[in-house]
């Protein structure tokens, strides 16, 4: 009975992948409990069976004390020499104590114990195997469908595939094989549980890795998958070999690598784009199949903004925002598509806003300034009547000070009055702008000279008539409508033409009668001796026969200053 326990339990080993100590541990567990419940015995008590005999010996633990108290659990120091004489006071002693119909009272005992240890180490192997293989793809056949899920065999384990992890609109036969992605693995009390999935983005991955060579040898990484199942998917891949290019290895020679995917997935469409570390460029390649013209980030909010062509707007967007959602999936940022026009547009807006808040600040800093200045003032304003009071102060110790002291008092000199006197500065000489200083002679032209002495001649020439009236008003004044005119020192016309014909000059002199004789008359006799009418025309041109004139007296000024020379 003892070999054929052994041989069973290398069988079992062999058939259902249990470990053969596996095995052995529970069959010893179960000895161990049958053996304390038909001898009711509270000794400790250990079971070990041979597996290479398959004999059971029964062992009890017992300490070595000097006075035994309790036999079940003590030996005495002798007994314990007797059986090895090393073993000293505090060792523990094993004594067996195996029974004489062991044999049956084990097997039937550890019958049942046998099988439920079987079968949990079953349920523990599964686990173990499929626990390794989450997030991997395995290989499956569709056995049965249970109401709306699909019921797949995996080999060792059956597995149910649910409606939300089903591609839509894909059909599942009996018996067609289909490779499925592993999403969770979890322990139940009658056994593991395994969760697969058509849709997972891992799903993806996975063929890949399956059909392109440098990703399985870890050339090319696959670095972001972003999937619509059924529909539309993108990856992005990178090669850690500049040799390589990424893209075109997931192609494949005339797409067949890619195709493979696509059959396996039931003709969904893969882009394949290319991953940078430049979020900017990443973004452009994402919207791929559009050609992006510039992209704008926003680190702090994470998004992003792509311009396009016009005519290539709708293609970024894709069908009801396909394109745009996989891509911000694929880049993890948001993306804003934005057309050449709608950008311009915008950047109008944006000009527009940022003038308007530049203005409003410029108005607020103004507002600041108005705002000291007149704090300012008034601050100027409550400090101007306090001067006005200690003006009269001051002005009358000034004077104080100013006054003599008496001769022979003595001054009495404080020390206040020996302060040090506040220096004023020298204000410093204004300088005119170069702008208002009158230009320099030197620096005009003729033309400009010309043109200032005309203007400054016209004036005199001007007020020689308006003099000339004033004179001759004041005179009619002084003389009166009954009195006789004046006589002039001008003369008419027709006596200067006498007098330039040769004649004589009549000197008149305005006064009373008895005038005649004053030292004014023979003033002015003694200087008109001096003074002569222009000369006429003929007169000028007979410079041999005869001479010119020394002055010529046209008004009262140049008169008066005949007076004021002869005087000196």
């Known amino acids: 009975m003892n070999l054929e326990l052994v041989g069973a339990l290398n069988e079992l080993e062999k058939e259902r992948g249990i470990p053969k ?36 010996r029964v062992y009890a633990l017992k300490d070595v004390v000097e006075e035994v108290k309790n036999p ?31 044999g049956r009272i084990a097997a039937g005992a550890a019958k049942q114990v046998v099988i439920q240890r079987i079968r949990d180490a079953e349920r523990n192997l599964l686990y173990e195997e499929y626990a390794n293989r989450e997030g991997d793809i395995v290989t499956g056949v569709v056995q049965r469908m249970n109401q709306r899920n699909v019921v797949v065999d995996l080999g060792r384990i059956e597995a ?11 059909t599942y036969a009996p018996g067609a094989r289909l490779k499925v992605y592993i999403t969770e693995v979890r322990q139940m009390p009658r056994g593991p549980v395994v969760n697969i999935s058509r849709t997972h983005p891992g799903l993806l991955k996975r063929l890949f890795e399956l059909e392109v060579p440098e990703i399985h040898d870890g050339i090319v990484e696959i670095k972001a998958v ?44 893969i ?116 001067v006005a009071e200690t003006a009269p102060a001051a002005a009358a110790e000034k004077v104080a000070v100013e006054e003599p002291a008496p001769a022979g008092a003595e001054v009495e000199v404080l020390e206040e009055d020996l302060a040090p006197v506040e220096e004023f500065p020298e204000e410093e000489e204004r300088e005119e702008p170069e702008e208002l200083l009158p230009p ?26 308006a003099r000339r009236e004033l004179e001759e008003e004041l005179f009619d004044d002084v003389l009166g409508e009954d009195d006789e005119p004046l006589p002039t020192l001008f003369g008419s016309d027709d006596e200067e033409e006498d007098v330039a014909a040769g004649g004589s000059v009549s000197v008149y002199v305005a006064g009373p009668e008895e005038s005649v004789g004053n030292p004014l008359a023979e003033k002015l006799a003694g200087v008109l001796k001096q003074v002569a009418v222009r000369p006429a025309p003929s007169q000028r041109a007979d410079k041999d026969d005869k001479k010119r004139p020394k002055r010529v007296v046209k008004d009262l000024k140049a008169l008066a200053e005949l007076l004021k020379q002869e005087e000196e």
Request: aromatic share 4%.
């Open 21 to 56: 100590e596996i095995l052995v541990e529970a069959i010893e567990a179960a000895i161990l409990s049958a053996y304390k419940r038909h001898y009711g015995s509270a000794e400790n008590v250990r079971v070990l069976l041979d597996d290479r005999t398959g004999r059971m």
């Open 72 to 102: 079940a659990t003590e030996i005495s120091l002798e007994e314990a020499r007797r059986i090895n004489a090393n073993y000293q006071v505090g060792d523990v002693v094993e004594v067996e104590v195996t029974p004489r119909d062991f």
């Open 160 to 170: 149910q595939l649910i409606p939300s992890e089903q591609i839509p609109g894909e």
């Open 226 to 269: 972003a999937r619509e199942p059924g529909s539309r998917s993108k990856i992005a891949v990178y090669s850690h070999d500049p040799n390589v290019d990424p893209v075109g290895a997931c192609v494949g020679p005339r797409g067949a690598r890619v195709q493979a995917v696509v059959q396996e997935l039931r003709g969904e469409k």
């Open 271 to 386: 882009d394949i784009v290319e991953w940078s570390p430049d979020p900017a460029r990443f973004v452009a390649n994402a919207l791929s199949p559009a050609k992006v013209v510039q992209v704008f980030l926003n680190h702090e909010e994470k998004s992003a903004r792509a311009v396009v062509p016009d005519h290539q707007l709708s293609l970024a967007i894709g069908k009801e925002g396909q394109n745009a959602r996989l891509a911000a999936r694929l880049c993890g940022w948001k993306i804003d598509i934005k057309s050449e026009s709608q950008m311009a547009e915008l950047a109008v807006l944006e000009a527009q806003r940022a003038f308007e808040e530049a203005e409003a600040a410029l108005r607020a800093k103004r507002a600041a300034q108005a705002a000291a200045r007149a704090a300012q003032q008034a601050a100027e304003a409550e400090t101007a009547p306090a």
């Open 440 to 465: 320099e002679d030197e620096d005009l032209d003729e033309e400009l000279e010309e043109e200032l002495l005309e203007k400054r001649a016209a004036p005199k020439r001007r007020a020689r008539p």
